[in-house]
């Protein structure tokens, strides 16, 4: 039963007129109302209008199933829905359970959707990308028939030990911020293992020291990788070390020329100064004796009053290669090196004049 | 009693353009015939499925094609609704009418179709709009200017007529998936208003509401065209 037919309430009463939901007595009392009050009369009017302009609207579906063509379409695949339906036997609660009947969900599912086959190809392929290469190092150490043993906090590593490693690999992964890298080392004997850790750990930095300094057990990648993990450590004096004898005995170039692009916030200590030296008097290797000469001469620039002073065979070794180096940059930057040092040994007050 | 008046007694009163026949109207036979198929249906008759099936499922094509827009979209749901007709076929007890236990199911899928096109806009397939539309929207300035001189309609009228259309669509689009669904039974498929709460299994109250709200966001986005 409607409410008494008010202008407050004539808005939706006329709704209902027009979508034909009165009774024929609330239609009679609606047009009574609208004879004497012209405000409703073209509430009313506008109601009627909007609902002629919505029935004049051309139909979704007239315009897209005028032949009715797809209504058959649907009926057919219907069918042909309820057939595969009454075609398979009744499965049992289990059955769900089954292989076979996630395989074919999922057959369906990609047949009908292949936005979705295409994403999860996607995903497999990215994993297969990314843990494929982690999972074959983990099945691959087993391969020697031992079992592979994670240390996150490395064990400690005897020296008889050390001289029997076999790296497997060494992974370097440098930090967004400051902070030193992470390093992994694989180890395939003397049994498998993975040191994980920064070069803060001791035992990882004495093993990497190892390598830097042992050329004939250690390829060049590994020489070179353990060098760039190091480097944040070059103060510490193990390090140093490894790194001095990497400069003065190393095969590889690159790696001597790396160890001294290492060295170079340790230029100072005695050692190191001493291995560049070495370096700058005898490397075959031109690139070699520029680093050094550019290290010795920006120590010699900076004017770094903790620097242990050059001594006279340091002077002896610039000289000679002012004269007798084959590469012209060399010969002209010692005598800058030279130069640089006579100005220093004016302004020193104690100076004896053992520079030129 | 008439088919007319049958549909109307079961509170089902085709609309729709005018002079356009009755969209039920004929579709419906008589509920005793239609529970010896739903019986025999019940029993495992395929065929008496299938004809309750051509009986209803013009009407739900329709439903799905004007609330989605799409003919892929309606194609889903009309598979879906009908799979679930089928299976739950068994469990109908005669408790309403067999057309109002249809709607509950095939409004319920459309309105889940609605509620995830909006949450996943980009997931849906595109809305087909009317062919008139197309039309036009797909002929340059030059052919509109052609068709324009050379067309023996007005072409004053038709660019109104065109503006009005999608006016109307877009409006239509506004509607929250209930209303939108309450509309278009109401104003395309002709149920009167109890029987879409029926349908909605909820009051007729609750429905008049959703058909005032419905009107008056139509009418205020619709009221330049007057």
Redesign the interface.
């Known amino acids: 039963m409607l409410p008494e037919l008010h202008c407050s309430n004539f808005e939706?009463r006329a709704?209902?007129y027009a979508?034909?939901?009165l009774s024929v007595a609330e239609r009679a009392l609606v047009d009574a109302h609208v004879r004497q009050c012209a405000g409703c009369a073209a509430i009313l009017s506008?109601?009627l209008?909007?609902?002629?302009?919505?029935?004049?609207?051309?139909?979704?579906?007239?315009?897209?199933?005028r032949s009715?063509h797809?209504?058959a379409?649907?009926?057919s695949?219907?069918?042909e829905?309820?057939d595969d339906?009454?075609a398979q036997p009744e499965r049992a609660w289990y059955s769900a359970f089954l292989p076979w009947r996630w395989i074919t969900g999922l057959r369906h599912a990609f047949v009908f959707h292949p936005a979705w086959s295409a994403a999860t190809m996607l995903i497999l392929g990215l994993l297969a990308g990314t843990a494929g290469r982690e999972w074959y190092r983990q099945i691959s150490l087993p391969a020697l028939g031992r079992p592979v043993v994670t240390i996150s906090a490395p064990a400690p590593i005897t020296q008889q030990e050390l001289e029997k490693i076999d790296l497997d690999g060494i992974r370097v992964e440098p930090q967004s911020d400051s902070a030193d890298p992470k390093v992994e080392l694989q180890l395939r004997s003397p049994k498998p293992r993975v040191m994980q850790g920064t070069p803060d750990d001791a035992e990882i930095r004495r093993v990497l020291a190892y390598v830097i300094g042992h050329s004939h057990q250690f390829d060049d990648g590994a020489r070179l990788d353990s060098i760039d993990a190091l480097r944040p450590k070059a103060n510490d004096p193990q390090v140093r070390a490894a790194m001095s004898e990497a400069l003065r005995h190393d095969p590889n170039p690159a790696v001597r020329l790396k160890a001294i692009e290492a060295l170079r916030g340790a230029g100072s200590e005695p050692d190191v100064q001493s291995a560049i030296l070495a370096a700058l008097a005898g490397d075959d290797n031109s690139g070699v004796r520029i680093q050094a000469l550019d290290t010795l001469f920006d120590q010699l620039a900076s004017g770094d009053s903790s620097s242990a002073p050059l001594d006279d065979q340091a002077v002896s070794i610039l000289r000679d290669r002012m004269h007798n180096d084959s590469n012209s940059y060399i010969r002209s930057r010692s005598a800058d090196a030279l130069g640089r040092l006579a100005s220093l040994d004016e302004d020193a007050p104690s100076s004896g004049g053992r520079h030129p | 009693m008439s088919s007319e008046a049958m549909a109307d007694s079961q509170g089902i009163r085709a609309l729709g353009a005018p002079g356009e026949a009755p969209a039920l109207r004929g579709e419906l036979s008589s509920g005793a015939e239609d529970r010896v198929l739903i019986e025999r249906a019940q029993s495992g008759d395929r065929a008496a499925f299938e004809v309750l099936v051509q009986r209803y499922d013009r009407q739900v094509l329709r439903l799905a094609l004007n609330v989605l827009g799409s003919a892929e979209d309606a194609q889903d749901i009309y598979q879906e609704a009908f799979l679930k007709i089928y299976r739950n076929l068994p469990r109908f007890r005669f408790d309403c009418a067999f057309y109002t236990w249809i709607y509950r199911i095939v409004t319920n899928v459309c309105l889940d179709h609605l509620r995830r096109r909006r949450s996943h806009p980009e997931d849906q397939a595109p809305v087909i709009h009317t062919d008139a539309s197309d039309e036009r929207r797909s002929a340059d300035f030059f052919d509109r200017q052609q068709a324009a001189g050379g067309g023996e309609s007005n072409p004053e009228r038709n660019l109104l007529g065109l503006e009005i259309g999608n006016k109307i669509e877009a409006a239509l689009q506004a509607l929250s998936p209930r209303e939108r669904v309450v509309f278009e039974m109401k104003h395309y498929q002709g149920l009167k208003l109890r029987a879409i709460g029926e349908a909605l299994g909820t009051t007729e109250d609750t429905v008049k509401n959703s058909l005032f709200r419905a009107t008056r966001k139509l009418r205020s986005q619709l009221s330049g065209l007057r």
């Open positions: 939706d709704v209902l979508a034909g939901e506008s109601e209008e909007l609902r002629e302009a919505l029935a004049s609207r051309v139909q979704p579906a007239d315009a897209l199933d009715e797809l209504l379409h649907c009926r695949e219907l069918f829905a309820l339906a009454a």
